[in-house]
C-alpha cells in the first residue's frame, strides 16, 4: 500500500525556515512525480512545487519562487520542501504528494495511482 508521512512542521518566526520531510514507504517516490500543497483557513487547497519523475525538472507557484525549494533523497526515499524567508501567509496546512505528472507546480495524483500525506501545519508568526 502506498504511504506518505509528513513531518517537520511547527511555529516559526517571520523571515525563518523550515523544512518539511515526507517519507513514502510501499512504493518507490523516483517513480513518481512529487508535488506539495497547502491549504490555508477558508480557502482552497492549492499547489505550492512540483518536480516530475522524467528529468527531476522543478516547478513553483509565483508566491513561493525563489523562497521555496523543493527535492527528493532516493536512498532515504523521502521528499523534502524546504521554505526559507517564510511569511505569514504561509501559514497553512502542508501536503505532500506522489502522483503521475507535473502540471506546471501542480502536481496530478489519481486517486487509485498516487499517495497523499497527511498534512502538517506550518505557523508563521512573531
Known amino acids: 500500500q502506498l504511504q506518505l508521512v509528513e513531518s517537520g512542521g511547527g511555529l516559526v518566526q517571520p523571515g525563518g525556515s523550515l523544512r518539511l520531510s515526507c517519507a513514502a514507504s510501499?512504493?518507490?517516490?523516483?517513480?513518481?512525480?512529487i508535488g506539495w500543497f497547502r491549504q490555508a483557513p477558508g480557502k482552497e487547497r492549492q499547489g505550492v512545487s512540483c518536480m516530475s519523475s522524467s528529468d527531476d525538472t522543478t516547478y513553483y507557484a509565483a508566491s513561493v519562487k525563489g523562497r521555496f525549494t523543493i527535492s527528493r533523497d532516493n536512498a532515504k526515499n523521502t521528499m523534502y520542501l524546504q521554505m526559507n524567508s517564510l511569511k505569514p501567509e504561509d501559514t497553512a496546512v502542508y501536503y505532500c504528494a506522489a502522483g503521475r505528472y507535473c502540471s506546471g507546480y501542480v502536481c496530478y495524483v489519481p486517486p487509485s495511482k498516487g499517495s497523499w500525506g497527511q498534512g502538517t501545519q506550518v505557523t508563521v508568526s512573531s
Open positions: 510501499g512504493f518507490t517516490l523516483d517513480d513518481y512525480a
